[in-house]
């Protein structure tokens, strides 16, 4: 009974931040996926205490949960520290697209996806998108971002773009064919109304997902 009571007392603390309702969420925990990783399969072998590293959600489903109000809501209450995958029933880690914007906490969440999803991504190509001006303190970073995806994946490209916007990163996303898009969670409220407003229309993947992070 104890360790029914502290398995939900986890669980309740890492969700009730969500405005998500709680049966769209799937828990993964560890510093690494697994190569088996499917993002709508219950984890097994879950060790007690162990700290949440990935929520899974399947995107359709929160689309129409999103179009169940009558304007976008956040996906969260309050952004939370865990990181989100939105998963396309066609999820696939064969194309990425990094967003890096020069910041500290760009940095660190590519970073982190790179160390969650490194069984997963050896033959993935890479596409890293970066601001076409970056101050000099940060150029060294800038390259130790480049070099660290380039030694992780099969393939990378690094493209000098202005994007301000998440649905600049989405309609490129669509337009290459990319896969996963990782990005800050600080766009979330802007990618939930362009998927808000685009879900099924003309401007669609059926092959994106998104990896959301602080």
């Not at 990181?83 to 999820?91: I, Q, S, W």
């Not at 601001?131 to 099969?154: G, Y």
């Not at 802007?190 to 003309?202: N, P, R, T, W």
Request: neutral net charge; proline residues 5%.
């Amino acid at each position: 009974m104890a360790i029914l009571l502290q398995e939900m007392e986890v669980k309740t603390k890492q969700t009730y931040k969500f405005e998500l309702p709680e049966s769209l969420l799937q828990e993964f925990h560890g510093q690494s996926l697994d190569s088996s990783f499917k993002p709508a399969q219950k984890e097994s072998g879950v060790q007690i205490g162990q700290d949440t590293s990935l929520f899974s959600v399947d995107l359709y489903k929160t689309l129409d949960w999103l179009h169940s109000h009558e304007l976008p809501k956040p996906l969260e209450k309050e952004v939370c520290p865990v990181p989100v995958l939105l998963y396309v029933p066609k999820f696939s880690t064969e194309h990425l697209l990094f967003h890096y914007d020069g910041t500290p906490n760009s940095a660190r969440l590519i970073r982190n996806f790179i160390s969650l999803f490194e069984n997963l991504i050896s033959e993935s190509k890479a596409t890293i998108i970066s601001p076409s001006f970056i101050p000099k303190s940060k150029i060294r970073e800038e390259q130790e971002i480049i070099q660290l995806v380039t030694s992780n994946t099969r393939e990378t490209s690094f493209i000098k773009f202005n994007f301000s916007r998440i649905g600049d990163f989405w309609s490129y996303g669509v337009k290459h064919q990319c896969t996963l898009l990782v990005t800050s969670k600080n766009y979330q409220s802007d990618l939930a109304k362009v998927l808000f407003h685009f879900y099924k229309g003309e401007i669609w993947s059926d092959k994106l997902s998104f990896y959301l992070s602080l």
